[in-house]
């Protein structure tokens, strides 16, 4: 849950004397055959398409920042992570997201993911681009250490158990994530693969009306079959 959603909780709970507990995953305990976390292969998306480049957009995040007086902020919603890193994957059904979490600042810009996604060569890509990788399992425990930090969190898009973590030895800032306000401006290259992807999209539901009028009154279908 986001730390808003789980701000209007507390109020809700507080007359109760109820507290929200972030520190277990009590599924754990009981779901012995939990399904792994999601391993798709991860890949860089092509500058071409994107229009800026990763080192770019962490200039401007950055630069964002330094207006808000933070130092770093957390990149947790995937679509953000991956528009500020890139990156594109296969971790989410339908579409290309990478499972993970980032860091931005000054002269900062860490994912925290399984690296394995990633071909060798993308991989130093990213390294040679200023990213540090590290294991998806590690960034909670790298939260933990982190102190003395201004540090900008978006409450609708930002974990409880982020907030927790942070809050006891840093300076934390509650505004709009960077990464979202910036890309819901598109650049011309973003636009043309906007119109491209919508002639592809318009084809396909062409090709589907097309074959329901062909198949309606001739054979029985389902909901599931459309």
Same mark, same amino acid.
């Given at each position: &849950?986001? /730390?808003? #959603? ?10 109760k #004397?109820? +507290? =929200?507990?972030y520190?277990f995953?009590?599924?754990?305990? =009981?779901?012995?055959?939990?399904p792994?976390?999601?391993s798709?292969?991860?890949?860089? &998306?092509?500058? #071409?398409?994107?229009g800026?480049s990763r080192k770019?957009?962490?200039n401007? =995040? ?7 007086g933070?130092e ?8 953000d992570l991956c528009?500020?890193?890139n990156i594109?994957?296969?971790?989410? $059904? ?6 993970? &979490? ?6 900062v810009?860490?994912?925290f993911?399984?690296f394995?996604?990633?071909?060798? =060569?993308?991989? %130093? %890509? ?6 540090e990788? &590290? ?5 909670f425990?790298?939260?933990? $250490?982190?102190?003395?930090q201004n540090?900008? *969190?978006?409450p $609708?898009?930002? !974990?409880y ?16 994530? *960077?990464?979202?306000l ?11 693969g906007?119109? +491209?992807?919508?002639? !592809? $999209?318009?084809?396909?539901l062409?090709?589907f %009306?097309i074959?329901l ?10 909901e599931y079959? /459309?």
């Amino acid at each position: &849950y986001s /730390i808003s #959603e789980c701000k209007l909780l507390e109020n809700s709970f507080a007359p109760k #004397e109820l +507290k =929200i507990e972030y520190r277990f995953d009590l599924l754990d305990e =009981i779901w012995d055959d939990r399904p792994a976390k999601p391993s798709g292969k991860a890949f860089l &998306y092509p500058l #071409e398409w994107a229009g800026i480049s990763r080192k770019e957009k962490f200039n401007i =995040i950055n630069s964002e920042l330094e207006k808000q007086g933070s130092e770093i902020t957390i990149v947790s919603a995937l679509d953000d992570l991956c528009w500020t890193f890139n990156i594109r994957g296969n971790d989410v $059904d339908f579409s290309p997201l990478v499972l993970g &979490y980032g860091i931005v600042g000054d002269g900062v810009a860490k994912l925290f993911t399984d690296f394995n996604k990633f071909s060798d =060569i993308d991989k %130093q %890509q990213l390294i040679d681009d200023g990213v540090e990788i &590290y294991p998806y399992s590690s960034f909670f425990k790298f939260l933990f $250490d982190l102190k003395k930090q201004n540090i900008l *969190i978006d409450p $609708d898009r930002t !974990s409880y158990k982020v907030l927790k973590l942070l809050e006891r030895k840093n300076q934390l800032i509650f505004s709009n994530s *960077i990464p979202n306000l910036l890309k819901s401006r598109k650049n011309e290259a973003e636009i043309l693969g906007i119109k +491209k992807v919508m002639v !592809s $999209d318009g084809l396909a539901l062409l090709n589907f %009306q097309i074959w329901l009028e062909k198949t309606l009154g001739k054979k029985k279908i389902t909901e599931y079959d /459309i």
